[in-house]
């Protein structure tokens, strides 16, 4: 087993939900990279986009990857941490990457309502198909690739478990 994993995904994949569960499931610690620049701004991350913009959320992400290091440790992402060479460098030098995927309609079902995610805010469908699309190739550069489809999250879990001791 590596001591670090990185979860990685689109909105809704179901990163922050898995990732602490597996953590649990398996005695790791789980650090949530949106949760960590939350607390180390004060702010939430739709106050971080309002008030000081995406490129400043993005430059946190890259310092949460370097600082958040630690053996057993389970770090989930945010679905755009995947955007910059930079960060996707530092996730594969510091561990391995697991990647959750589904289809966008499924996403866009478990995250209907959400009103936390600036990105899918008052987007017409296009756009959001269209970031999706356009990250599908960096997010399939990951170690491991879970379907998460049709599949509970204590099924995920177990899947990963499976895997990771492999
Ligand atoms: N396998 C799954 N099946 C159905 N709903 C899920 C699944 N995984 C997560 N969810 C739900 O989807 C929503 C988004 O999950 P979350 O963990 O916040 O995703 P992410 O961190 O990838 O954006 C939550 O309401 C969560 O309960
Ligand atoms: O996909 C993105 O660019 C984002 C995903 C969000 O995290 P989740 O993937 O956990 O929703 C959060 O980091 C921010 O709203 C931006
Ligand atoms: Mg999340």
């Not at 001591?3 to 597996?22: D, E, N, R, V, W």
């Not at 789980?30 to 971080?48: G, L, P």
């Not at 990647?99 to 936390?116: P, S």
């Amino acid at each position: 087993m590596s001591h670090q994993y990185y979860i990685t995904g689109f909105m809704g994949s179901g990163k922050t939900t898995i990732g602490q569960a597996l953590a649990e499931k398996i005695g790791y610690r789980v650090i949530d990279t949106d949760q960590w620049i939350e607390s180390k701004e004060h702010m939430s991350i739709s106050e971080i986009f309002e008030k000081k913009g995406e490129a400043y959320f993005r430059e946190l992400e890259t310092q949460a990857l370097k600082e958040i290091r630690g053996e057993r440790t389970i770090i989930t992402t945010g679905g755009g941490i995947v955007k910059k060479g930079r960060n996707r460098e530092i996730m594969s030098s510091q561990g391995k990457v697991i990647y959750l995927q589904a289809d966008l309609d499924e996403l866009l079902r478990r995250l209907e309502g959400d009103e936390t995610r600036p990105l899918l805010q008052q987007q017409e469908k296009d756009k959001v198909q269209k970031l999706y699309e356009s990250r599908l190739d960096l997010y399939e550069q990951a170690d491991i690739i879970v379907n998460t489809v049709g599949k509970s999250v204590l099924d995920i879990v177990r899947e990963l478990e499976l895997i990771l001791k492999s």
